[in-house]
Every structure is written in structure tokens, then in C-alpha cells.
């Protein structure tokens, strides 16, 4: 076999360990290692102090202390070592433990409970008033977290139970729920889009920008469904009795707007802000965030030394998958283009002679489906380099693919019979809610989501225009 055949091997026993459920990080580096050995082997290294020993006369003992040092003098180790160190090293991926620890000391605070009861309250004359409460809560913590299984599940035993409490449907209760909390992949501050900066090259701050107008054009459409479902169809979201909402004076609910939505908005719009024009880079922001989330928590009188572990706990736990799905990463995709399977895939894709639009549907599709075994992580780290060195033939912007990709992803998360946001629900829904409720619920917001995608590929510019007019071309 020739060496880029082997990279095909490589890549597609990768595939199928990772179907059977092996941990993904150390798969990666396994195989790195294994195959890097074979690519990196260089035989008069390995014999050379081996040879010295025998001509120095040494014993066996030494011989075979030489025999296995020789064994192990292979440049794969030097890689392995060198990625993990970059890894490290990176000032983007900083910034992410920082964003997660915002968003961890936020979800234990109780931050979100009274942020959910203020926006019902206030939003009560609304068609579907529940729904658009929970779906803007969701936005709001899922940008706060980015991790989607801690919003879906938070908001799944707090908003979801008042949703079936107040007689609306089971599918579009759990619709709402499931998209809102994918919506912290997209909505900056992003923990994927860092990700895809670090994979990338592109600029993290550009990233946002461009992000900000597809995640609110996303976060609309859910928005817009929910209120004109609720208008044609009321019987999925009956309106609330006067003893169900109460007549809450205009001052009180000020005052409650004041001490629940404003101080969460004002930190998230301030970490972002800052990152945006340039007063501070993404790991400066995100400590901000960090202290900020901190005070919030001191401030509703919710942080105890309990929470604070369980927070850092959980943020060093996440911290530590990235980094190793990126050391494992790095050193697999090293070895795979050392072999010739990235130039091997380039070429065939190349010959193929498809327009852009063709590949960019080719790409989404696979991103589209490999969303069902994988999360978003593996994804961005793993399969999308794939991609990147293919972009500059087709003419496409780093910056507007990582954006589809974004948008293409929440997609993984409400798409059966994987659909990860649909389980979490499940999981800590009331028995009586069926997980084919749940995927049907889920089906609305995820045509919502491919309307996001059409629009953006036919209007470019929403990407474009904020990072043009904040930073130029």
C-alpha cells in the first residue's frame, strides 16, 4: 500500500472505533502515535546508539537499555510532545476554561430562574408568552454557558414543567426548549467559535462579528414561528388566566426587570462589546466575564464554597476535553498529511470540477451527518481542517464557512435519531413525555434553521457587514 492509502486506513479505522463508542480524544492520539511510528520510522536512528553499544563492547543489560531507548527514538514522540505543548501554549484556547467558568458559577446562582419568571411576566400579553420567555432565556444562558446540555437540561426542569403546567403542547413546549439551547454555539460569546479559531487561523473577534447578525436572524425565526404558531393555532399555547400571570404593578415589574434581565444583559453585552472594538482581547474579556458571573452570584447572595467547587470542577473537566480532543487532533492530522491523505483527499475533490455552491452543499451535508454520532467539538476539531485547505480553490471565505458551520450544527443537536438536545430533555422530563414528541416538537425549529442557511448563502453580507464596518476588509 502506498502511504496516502494508508492515511485513508487511518482516517476510516478512525471512523469506525469511534462507532463503537470508543473515547474520541485518546483514539486520536493512539492512532497518531501508531501510524505516526510507521511514517516517522527511520531505522538508522533507532540502530544507531544500539550499534555504538556493540562496538563499544557493552554488556547485555545495556545493549537491551539501548535496544529500547532506540525503539522509542522515533519523531512521532517529538510531535506528540510538541502538539501538547502548542496546545498549551495557544492564547485563543484561554480564553475558554474563562467562558465556561462564567457560565457554570451563572447556572448555579439561580440567575436563570428569576431571569425566566421576569420575562414571562413581562412578555404575558404576548401570543405564547411561556415559550417566548423560555426561548429567551435560553438565548441569554446559552450564550452565557455554550455548553447546550447544561442549558437544555436547566431550562428543561424549570421552564418545561411550567410550559405542560400551562396546557402547552408536549412538541412545541420541547421544540422551544431543544432550540433555544443550541443556540449558545452560535450566539458569540461562543466557546465553539473559539474552537474554530484555534482550527482555523481566522480571527476570533471577526468571528463574532460576523456571528452576531446570523444568531439573532436565527434566534428571530425561532421567535417569529413561536408567536405566529401561537396566533394560528392556540390550542399548542393557551393564554395565561389573570391568577395564573397576576396584576403585577408597572413599577414592581420594572424593578424585577431591573434586578433579573439587566445585570446578566449588561455582562454578557459587556464581555462581547469589549471583544468586538478592540478594548480587550477574548481571554481579557472572558476574565471579566468570569469576575463578573462572580459578583452576580455574590450580589443574588447564591454563591456558597459547594457551588464554587462544582463550578470549577466542571469547568476544569470541559477545559480538559478541548485540549486533549486538540492534542490528539493536531498530532492525527500531522501524521495524515504527512502520509499524503490530505493531498490525496484535495485532488479527488479538486478532479470532481463542482461549482462552490456544490461544494459547500457536499461539505454541510457531511458536517450535517457526521452531527448524529459526534459533538459539535470532535467535529470542529477533527473533520473540519478536512475542509479548510479546500476553501482558497473554491473561493470561499474561512470566515462565512465557519458561520454555516455554526449554523449547520445546531442541526446536530435536533436532528433524530441522534438528536442530543432531544435526550437531555428526555432525560429529566416527566415519564409521561415520549422522545418521538420531543423529535416531532423539534422539526419546526430545525427547518428554521436550514431557512438560516439559505438566507445567509443568498445574502453573504449579513455575515460580512458588521466585521467590514468594524475592522474593514
Not at 457554570?104 to 404576548?126: C, G, H, M, P, Q
Not at 442549558?151 to 428543561?156: H, P, S
Not at 401561537?230 to 395564573?244: C, H
Not at 484535495?346 to 457531511?366: H, K, W
Request: charged residues 10%; aromatic residues 14%.
Amino acid at each position: 500500500m502506498t502511504d496516502p492509502q494508508i492515511a485513508i486506513m487511518m482516517l476510516g479505522i478512525f471512523i469506525l472505533i469511534i462507532f463503537l463508542g470508543f473515547p474520541i480524544a485518546f483514539t486520536l492520539m493512539a492512532l497518531g502515535v501508531l501510524f505516526g511510528y510507521y511514517a516517522y520510522f527511520d531505522p538508522r536512528r533507532m540502530w544507531r546508539d544500539y550499534d555504538r553499544a556493540v562496538e563499544a563492547g557493552a554488556d547485555n543489560a545495556e545493549l537491551i537499555q539501548t535496544w529500547v531507548g532506540g525503539f522509542f527514538d522515533n519523531r512521532i514522540f517529538d510531535l506528540f510532545v510538541n502538539q501538547t505543548y502548542s496546545v498549551m501554549a495557544n492564547e485563543v484556547l484561554t480564553a475558554v476554561p474563562l467562558f465556561l467558568f462564567m457560565g457554570y458559577i451563572v447556572e448555579r446562582a439561580n440567575i436563570v430562574d428569576r431571569l425566566f419568571s421576569t420575562l414571562y411576566v413581562a412578555a404575558k400579553r404576548l401570543p405564547g408568552a411561556m415559550a417566548v420567555a423560555a426561548l429567551i432565556t435560553c438565548a441569554l444562558f446559552a450564550t452565557a454557558t455554550g455548553i447546550v446540555g447544561a442549558v437544555v437540561t436547566l431550562m428543561g426542569l424549570l421552564a418545561f414543567p411550567a410550559m405542560l403546567k400551562a396546557r402547552y403542547n408536549t412538541g412545541f413546549a420541547s421544540g422551544v426548549i431543544c432550540a433555544g439551547g443550541t443556540l449558545g454555539i452560535l450566539i458569540p460569546p461562543s466557546i465553539m467559535l473559539i474552537v474554530y479559531a484555534a482550527a482555523s487561523g481566522v480571527s476570533i473577534v471577526r468571528l463574532y462579528a460576523g456571528a452576531l447578525l446570523p444568531g439573532f436572524l436565527l434566534a428571530g425565526l425561532y421567535l417569529l414561528y413561536i408567536i405566529g404558531r401561537s396566533l394560528l393555532q392556540p390550542s399548542v399555547a393557551p393564554k395565561p388566566t389573570e391568577e395564573e400571570t397576576g396584576d403585577i404593578p408597572t413599577i414592581k415589574l420594572i424593578g424585577m426587570v431591573l434586578t433579573s434581565f439587566v445585570p446578566l444583559a449588561v455582562l454578557i453585552m459587556a464581555v462581547l462589546g469589549s471583544i468586538l472594538f478592540g478594548l480587550a482581547t477574548p481571554t481579557e474579556a472572558a476574565s471579566a466575564g468570569a469576575l463578573g458571573g462572580l459578583l452576580l452570584a455574590v450580589a443574588y447572595r447564591a454563591l456558597t464554597w459547594q457551588r464554587l467547587r462544582e463550578a470549577v470542577y466542571l469547568t476544569m473537566k470541559t477545559t480538559a476535553m478541548v485540549c486533549w480532543l486538540f492534542v490528539g487532533s493536531w498530532t492525527f492530522s500531522s501524521v495524515f498529511s504527512y502520509l499524503g491523505g490530505e493531498h490525496l483527499i484535495t485532488e479527488f475533490v479538486t478532479g470532481l470540477d463542482i461549482t462552490p455552491l456544490t461544494f459547500l452543499i457536499l461539505a454541510q451535508l457531511i458536517i450535517f451527518l457526521l452531527g448524529w454520532p459526534l459533538e459539535w467539538s470532535e467535529i470542529i476539531i477533527i473533520f473540519v481542517p478536512i475542509f479548510l485547505p479546500l476553501l482558497p480553490h473554491f473561493g470561499i471565505d474561512p470566515l462565512f464557512f465557519g458561520i454555516l458551520v455554526a449554523l449547520n450544527l445546531q442541526t446536530s443537536f435536533l436532528t433524530p435519531p441522534m438528536a442530543m438536545s432531544a435526550y437531555y430533555l428526555k432525560g429529566i422530563a416527566p415519564p409521561h413525555v415520549q422522545l418521538v414528541e420531543i423529535f416531532r416538537g423539534c422539526m419546526p425549529f430545525l427547518a428554521m434553521v436550514f431557512l438560516s442557511m439559505v438566507v445567509l448563502y443568498n445574502l453573504p453580507q449579513i455575515v460580512f457587514w458588521l466585521p467590514e464596518v468594524v475592522y474593514g476588509r
